[in-house]
């Protein structure tokens, strides 16, 4: 049984940090890209950032580029995103997911297994 757990959401104010983390369990974790999406309210659900099966290579949606930063630890089965000078529009239900897929992807299409989501709310 494949799970995807995400942690490290919460409350931050506009510029601060908070890092997420997602352990995976029942899989094969090497063998997955894993991704970040986020879900603000009355929104649909975007890709935020994915990560290549070694780690050695990361895709950003533009909106996030350069303040967050996607990673992995293959021996600890977890991929985690460090998020920087977040802003108000961040606050979203922010989800991982893993994939056999063609990286990158950039999408939710092909991705096969997704953690419960966990809330990241920014104020100004």
């Known amino acids: 049984q494949v799970q995807l757990v995400e942690s490290g959401g919460g409350l931050a104010q506009a510029g601060d940090s908070l890092r997420l983390s997602c352990a995976a369990s029942g899989l094969t974790f090497s063998t997955y890209v894993m991704g970040w999406f986020r879900q603000a309210p009355g929104k649909e659900r975007e890709f935020v950032a994915e990560?290549?099966?070694?780690?050695?290579?990361?895709y950003y949606a533009d909106s996030v580029k350069g303040r967050f930063t996607i990673s992995r630890d293959n021996a600890k089965n977890t991929v985690y995103l460090q998020m920087n000078s977040l802003k108000p529009e961040d606050t979203a239900v922010y989800y991982c997911?893993?994939?056999?897929?063609?990286?990158?992807?950039?999408?939710?299409?092909?991705?096969?297994?997704w953690g419960q989501g966990t809330q990241v709310t920014v104020s100004s």
């Open positions: 990560i290549s099966r070694s780690g050695g290579s990361a």
């Open positions: 997911a893993a994939g056999r897929v063609v990286f990158p992807r950039a999408t939710m299409n092909g991705y096969d297994y």
